[in-house]
């Protein structure tokens, strides 16, 4: 089946860990987003990548890192200068061009939680 | 983008029609009308978009008002599947940061037996 996948669907840390959220997406897409979604909340974009081996920030990039070394994966690290971690992360892709860039595609999510 | 504006709140009864409003009164002559919904704890998921003419597919169809001010997202035959969150999104096609969809808290539908 095409598709993103995450994982893992939840995720525990202690506080000041550094932690990686994987996406990986089989549709042969070329971008890929990050967003993040507090309770109650829409969601907000961190980083987004257009082709391997080049992203751009979103609008709440601070704290986070990502690398695009493969078409396929997008993986998120949480660094520990992310002030408020604790969050619902959820990745997307989309086929580069016109219109089809809002018609993005989305994992499942995964719920990280900092203890 | 232009700004949206959605009820909180729907209740729906199953079976029946539900018509989702949106108001966007501000949109520009580039800019498309997008829905996604979100079920519970699940990522969200593309619905339907238009720019003027109204727009059905598989899921839903789409009206949007001759001045394009608002538009309306039907979903035709409710099941309790369609309960979700509903975002209906005003972006142009290119420009600014590409593919940065602005989600804001979008109308919560609840479909009752």
């Known amino acids: 089946d095409g598709g993103i996948t995450q994982s893992p669907k939840y995720l525990f840390r202690k506080e000041g860990q550094n932690v990686t959220l994987s996406c990986e997406q089989n549709l042969n897409h070329d971008a890929m987003y990050w967003y993040r979604q507090d309770p109650g909340q829409g969601l907000r974009l961190i980083y987004y990548s257009q082709i391997v081996n080049d992203f751009q920030k979103g609008d709440i990039a601070e704290g986070y890192s990502v690398s695009r070394e493969k078409k396929e994966s997008f993986p998120l690290t949480v660094t520990s200068a992310q002030k408020n971690p604790t969050a619902f992360y959820l990745c997307?892709?989309?086929?580069?061009?016109?219109?089809?860039?809002?018609?993005?595609?989305f994992g499942p999510g995964t719920r990280l939680t900092v203890l | 983008d232009a700004k949206t504006t959605q009820p909180p709140s729907m209740d729906c009864a199953e079976g029946r029609a539900a018509n989702l409003p949106c108001n966007h009164s501000t949109i520009s002559g580039n800019e498309y009308v997008y829905w996604y919904r979100q079920i519970h704890s699940q990522g969200p998921q593309y619905i339907i978009h238009g720019l003027k003419n109204n727009e059905t597919n598989e899921m839903a169809s789409l009206i949007i008002t001759e001045d394009r001010k608002s538009s309306t997202l039907i979903l035709p035959h409710a099941t309790l599947r369609d309960t979700a969150v509903y975002y209906c999104?005003?972006?142009?096609?290119?420009?600014?940061?590409?593919?940065?969809?602005?989600f804001g808290k979008g109308t919560k539908l609840s479909v009752k037996p």
């Open positions: 997307a892709s989309s086929i580069v061009g016109s219109t089809s860039y809002n018609e993005q595609f």
């Open positions: 999104i005003v972006r142009a096609a290119y420009g600014g940061s590409q593919g940065n969809l602005i």
